[in-house]
């Protein structure tokens, strides 16, 4: 009991609701950033009622789906590796950083073994670090022009994703973004897919910038459990 009174204290109950009423208003989506934080807390938005938690890491991610509700929608938000793939498809909701035709072979592989179809974003290298990863515009149109996308029974290519530079510069970060957009409406065209409906872009320092951008997900991790990880 006295795990549970500690662990509440580091969600952030009041942001959440504000949060979620401006993203509502907005219609976009909240995946709320669990990594490292301990199932206690993750349980303190599920009774909020947030279903949808994003994970970096393939090994934390399979020990909380195992022992967490069977209803949360689980998204792998990090660098997923293709021999990583096998372990995550039988539950992930949405791989969101697909930065390469290798890993949409593993991933429509995997999904096939595990009788499933697995819907995933394409990661689109929009920031100035050149440690982001995804696809550039020039690979990506390359990929849809190609056709390939039609060839994977059991994926489901809902949109994009993109991930900013980490800066304070307002007027980069509004480049950033609307430069994704663009492609994602470019690339939305193309494809003439009514699946391709998801732009996750914003997190929790610039999200209300990502939506003014068109945002139609957004990955919110500090603002609602806190900076601090919990320590026994």
Known sequence: MIWIKLAFMFVQKEAYHKIKVELDAAKVNLVAVSKTKPNEDILALYELGQRAFGENYVQELVDKEASLPKDIQWHFIGHLQSNKVKYIAPFVHLIHGVDGEKLLKEINKQAIKSNRIISCLLQVHIASEETKFGFDKTELIALVDSGHLANYSNLVVKGLMGMASFTQDQALLKKEFDG????????????NNVHFDTLSMGMSGDYALAIKEGSTMVRIGSLLFGARNYVL
């Open 180 to 191: 994704l957009a663009t492609t994602f409406n470019m690339v939305k065209e193309k494809l």
